[in-house]
């Protein structure tokens, strides 16, 4: 009988944390759509004024003006993350066979055009998977895009993606020679706005591993991370192959 209460207890333990996790989705939702709306006044406004009147003011109002205008684009791309993070656990999970390999390829080519600098990727072993296609480009955009970046100022940038076959778990990585991180600070890595670089030199909100971590729990899957200080990274993860410990999407967070 105890027992029983027990498993009663944790239980509703557990529907109550979903709970909390799909009542915080909503908000975020609902917050990063709806102050789009005053987002965009402030930028159509200030353009107007940069565009119209630039000239007319004192160079220390125009540096205040563009301030304002960066401001407001770093707002967006904060707005367009969280709300690209909530809708991970709206869309449904659609498992199928994908050519990961291919996939890997394509998203690589088309993140390098917007580079200037050659970047050298390297393929290994790479076995379709089963997966959400759509959940795994948005995956794999993520991991190469912080590649490029992070490897981007080496004289020689190097990224390789591959798999690791052991038995019935297959353990992909995407690991590059770039700056790296100090591994004390490994617990952060994953979290939403966690940033372990400055702005001023590397782009982004803190918000595509954090995308990463929820689309591979989606799956059913784990993702970790091993780096050396101006060496590089190495991303691994698991897609949980058989589908059967998947988060289910309407309690995933």
Same mark, same amino acid.
């Given at each position: ?19 909390? =996790? ?6 975020? &939702? ?12 402030? +930028?159509? !406004?200030?353009? $107007? %004024? ?5 000239? *007319?003011?004192? *160079?220390?109002a125009q540096h205040f003006l563009m301030r304002v205008r960066e401001s407001a684009c770093e707002m967006e791309k904060q707005f367009? @993350? ?5 809708? %991970? ?15 890997? #390829?394509?998203?690589? +080519?088309? %993140? /390098? /055009? ?7 990727? $390297? ?12 959940? %795994? =480009? ?7 895009? =912080?590649?490029?970046? !992070? ?9 390789? $993606? #591959?798999?690791?076959?052991? @038995?019935q778990k297959k353990i992909y990585y995407v690991k590059d020679n770039?700056? #790296? !991180? +100090? /591994?004390? &600070? ?21 918000? #595509?591993?954090? $995308? ?7 799956? @059913? ?18 897609? @949980? ?6 988060? =289910? ?5």
């Amino acid at each position: 009988m105890a027992r029983e209460v027990t498993r009663e207890h944790q239980q509703n333990q557990l529907d109550a944390l979903n709970q909390a =996790n799909l009542d915080l989705e909503e908000f975020t &939702y609902s917050v990063s759509h709806d102050l789009r709306a005053p987002l965009r006044s402030i +930028d159509g !406004f200030t353009r $107007i %004024l940069v565009e119209k009147y630039l000239d *007319q003011l004192p *160079q220390e109002a125009q540096h205040f003006l563009m301030r304002v205008r960066e401001s407001a684009c770093e707002m967006e791309k904060q707005f367009d @993350g969280l709300l690209l993070y909530s809708r %991970l656990t709206k869309q449904p999970l659609i498992r199928k066979i994908v050519p990961i390999r291919q996939l890997a #390829g394509i998203v690589f +080519d088309k %993140l /390098m /055009m917007a580079q200037t600098k050659k970047v050298e990727l $390297i393929v290994g072993d790479l076995p379709p998977c089963h997966a959400d296609e759509h959940l %795994l =480009n948005q995956l794999l955009t993520q991991l190469l895009s =912080n590649a490029i970046k !992070f490897s981007a100022k080496k004289e020689t940038p190097c990224i390789e $993606i #591959g798999c690791n076959d052991e @038995g019935q778990k297959k353990i992909y990585y995407v690991k590059d020679n770039g700056v #790296g !991180f +100090d /591994m004390n &600070y490994v617990n952060k890595l994953f979290k939403v706005f966690q940033r372990l670089h400055s702005s001023p030199e590397y782009e982004g909100i803190g918000l #595509g591993l954090a $995308i990463v971590d929820k689309i591979i729990r989606r799956h @059913g899957g784990k993702v970790w991370a091993q780096s050396e200080v101006s060496v590089g990274t190495t991303i691994y993860f698991t897609l @949980g192959e058989d589908g059967s410990d998947a988060i =289910n999407s309407n309690t995933a967070s």
